[in-house]
């Protein structure tokens, strides 16, 4: 079945530090990935998407590319802030299911 | 910007008895869903709601949830006899088409505890 991999945190980076936050995902068809954000005491925020192969959302300095080949969205920031400090969600969603798959979030401290 | 709005945002109730979590999805959403995140775990899909029916559910949603759109805006999740490993985050989520490519918009959660 269809699933997500994201790597385990936590993440603690110095400010404007360099994040990258691995995702892979097992799909059987062409999935839509997203990534979410939930700040703390939050519900989760939609970050960004990517909807095909090498397709890149991008959202407040946040990036990530659409792997086909790797199966892979991975996550990626130049430079952090503290208010950068949640747990982020990499998720799938596939045009035979319109339910959506989770990773295991990663939490992310960035100090000043 | 519209919201998913969910209440209340923290239930603290005994084991055995039932609860109802309520969600105001966004108004011209027509696709909604909810999800559970145990704490410290993922996120988990429980069903989606579409044109007043359940459209899908996991195998976490059995007859011990149900789920309702009692009038044009609320859209309710019933746990019957509750137990203590219900505790959990409960999330609420809509979106207009239901499509794959398109990404749900998520309420706040309502924080669920069994005593």
């Known amino acids: 079945g269809n699933s997500v991999t994201q790597m385990e945190g936590p993440v603690t980076l110095s400010e404007e530090a360099f994040l990258t936050i691995n995702c892979t995902y097992t799909a059987t068809g062409y999935p839509s990935l997203f990534w979410y954000v939930q700040y703390p005491g939050e519900g989760l925020q939609l970050l960004l998407k990517?909807?095909?192969?090498?397709d890149k959302g991008s959202n407040k300095g946040f990036e990530a590319t659409y792997r086909k080949e790797t199966t892979s969205f991975h996550l990626e920031k130049g430079s952090v802030q503290v208010s950068d400090s949640a747990v982020y969600f990499c998720?799938?969603?596939?045009?035979?299911?319109?339910?959506?798959?989770f990773g295991a979030g990663t939490r992310l401290t960035v100090k000043p | 910007e519209p919201e998913v709005t969910q209440t209340p945002s923290h239930q603290v109730t005994q084991m055995g008895q039932e609860v109802i979590l309520r969600c105001v999805p966004i108004?011209?959403?027509?696709?909604f869903y909810w999800y559970r995140q145990i704490l410290g775990q993922k996120v988990e899909f429980l069903v989606s709601f579409y044109n007043n029916e359940i459209s899908e559910k996991s195998e976490i949603f059995d007859d011990q949830f149900s789920v309702e759109r009692p009038d044009g805006s609320n859209f309710t999740l019933k746990i019957r006899s509750t137990k203590l490993e219900d505790s959990a985050m409960y999330f609420c989520a809509s979106n207009k088409q239901g499509a794959s490519n398109q990404p749900q918009h998520f309420g706040d959660g309502t924080r669920l505890s069994i005593l």
């Open positions: 990517a909807t095909k192969a090498d």
């Open positions: 998720a799938l969603s596939e045009n035979n299911n319109n339910d959506m798959r």
């Open positions: 108004s011209n959403h027509l696709y």
